[in-house]
C-alpha cells in the first residue's frame, strides 16, 4: 500500500518582465499557490494555481482552504472525490492537479493517461498583448508577427485603433479580441461588425457576466466566447449554450484538470467550441492546461511567458509552439 501523505501548501510570488494590463487592471507578478504531496516513501506531486480576484479569492484563503484538508489527505482524500470537499476554484484545483500529479509519479503512468486524455503531442498557442496604446500595440505586434495566433486585451475604448495598428503590423496572424467584461451590448453591436472586416475570429468575455443574457437571440458578425461567464461546474454550460458560441476552459475556475476535462466534453457536445486557457503564473500551472488543450480548438497557454524567470524545469517553447511538460515538471 502506497504510504500516507503530508501536504505542504504555499503562496509564492513571481515578479512579470513588464506590467500587465487587462481591463480590470495591471500587475507586475504573478501570485500563485503551490501544493505539494509528498507519502512515506518521497514520492512527491505538486499543484500550481492562481487565486481569482474577480470572484472574491485570495492568495491567503485559498492556501488556508488547501490547508484545512491536511487530515483528509493524510487519510487518503484522492482527487475523485475532492469535489464533495471543495468548491470549484483555485484551492481545488491546485490540490487536484497535486492529487493527480503524485498519482503519476506513484504508478509510473503519465497524468494525460490517468485523466483520460489523448497522446499529448506540440500545440499552437495564442500570444497575449496586454492593453496598450496603438502605436505600443503595432510595435509590438511587429516583433511578434511571426505567431499564428495574437490575443489582444482591450478596453472600453480605443480597441478599433489598437486592433487595425496590430492588423497592420501582424497581417498574416489570427487575431483574438478580449474585453474582460469591460463592454456593454451597445459597444458590442458597434464593434463587431468592424471587428469582423479587420479579420478578428473571436470575441472574448465582451459583456459583464451578469448581462449576458442579452447576448441569446442575437447573431453577431463574429463568435463571442464565454470566459468569466463560465466558473464552476460543467452543468452550468447548459445555461450557456444559448449565448455564446465557444467557451474559454480554465482550470482555476473549474478546480481541476479532473473537472474542466468533464466541462471540454460537455461544451462540445452543446455546440460550443472550445478554448483552453491559463492565468499568468508558472510553467507548474501551465503543463497541465497543455495536456487538455489537445481537445480544443484554440490554446491560450503562454501565461509562463511573461514571467521574468520560469520554474526549472519549464515548459518548452518553439516559437508559437508549446510542447507536452516532461514529467520532472508535472505529470
Known amino acids: 500500500m502506497p504510504g500516507r501523505v503530508r501536504l505542504d501548501v504555499e503562496v509564492e510570488r513571481w515578479p512579470l518582465a513588464a506590467p500587465f494590463t487587462i481591463a480590470r487592471g495591471s500587475k507586475s507578478e504573478a501570485v500563485v499557490v503551490v501544493v505539494t504531496l509528498e507519502d512515506d516513501d518521497g514520492v512527491r506531486g505538486r499543484g500550481e494555481a492562481v487565486p481569482y480576484p474577480r470572484y472574491g479569492e485570495t492568495p ?28 470549484a476554484g483555485a484551492a481545488r484545483n491546485a490540490l487536484d492537479l497535486a492529487l493527480l500529479d503524485l498519482e503519476a509519479k506513484r504508478t509510473g503512468r503519465p497524468a494525460w493517461r490517468l485523466a483520460g486524455l489523448e497522446t499529448p503531442t506540440p500545440l499552437t498557442s495564442a500570444y497575449t498583448l496586454p492593453i ?5 500595440s503595432r510595435a509590438v505586434a511587429a516583433r511578434e508577427r511571426h505567431r499564428p495566433l495574437l490575443k489582444l486585451k482591450v478596453e472600453a475604448s480605443g480597441t478599433l485603433e489598437r486592433v ?3 492588423r497592420e503590423a501582424a497581417p498574416d496572424s489570427r487575431l483574438i479580441v478580449d474585453a474582460n467584461e469591460g463592454w456593454d451590448l451597445a459597444a458590442l453591436r458597434r464593434a463587431a461588425p468592424q471587428l469582423a472586416r479587420l479579420g478578428v475570429e473571436l470575441i472574448e468575455q465582451p459583456l459583464p457576466a451578469g448581462d449576458d443574457a442579452s447576448l441569446a437571440g442575437w447573431e453577431s458578425p463574429v463568435p463571442i466566447c464565454a470566459d468569466e461567464s463560465f466558473r464552476g461546474e460543467p452543468a452550468l454550460l447548459d445555461g450557456l449554450a444559448a449565448r455564446y458560441d465557444a467557451v474559454n476552459v480554465k482550470l482555476d475556475k473549474q478546480g481541476g484538470l479532473t473537472t474542466a ?3 471540454v466534453t460537455r461544451a462540445r457536445a452543446l455546440g460550443l467550441d472550445v478554448m483552453v486557457g491559463t492565468m499568468v503564473a508558472t510553467s507548474l500551472a501551465v503543463a497541465p492546461a497543455v495536456l487538455l488543450a489537445g481537445e480544443a480548438r484554440w490554446a491560450d497557454l503562454d501565461g509562463a511567458l511573461f514571467l521574468a524567470r520560469d520554474r526549472t524545469p519549464g515548459l518548452r517553447f518553439d516559437g508559437a509552439v508549446v510542447h507536452p511538460p516532461t514529467a520532472a515538471l508535472w505529470g
Open 60 to 87: 491567503d484563503g485559498v492556501r488556508d482552504a488547501i490547508r484545512g484538508l491536511a487530515d483528509a489527505v493524510h487519510d487518503g482524500l484522492d482527487r475523485r472525490t475532492l469535489t464533495d470537499w471543495l468548491p
Open 132 to 136: 496598450r496604446d496603438p502605436e505600443t
Open 164 to 166: 487595425r495598428a496590430v
Open 261 to 263: 476535462r468533464e466541462a
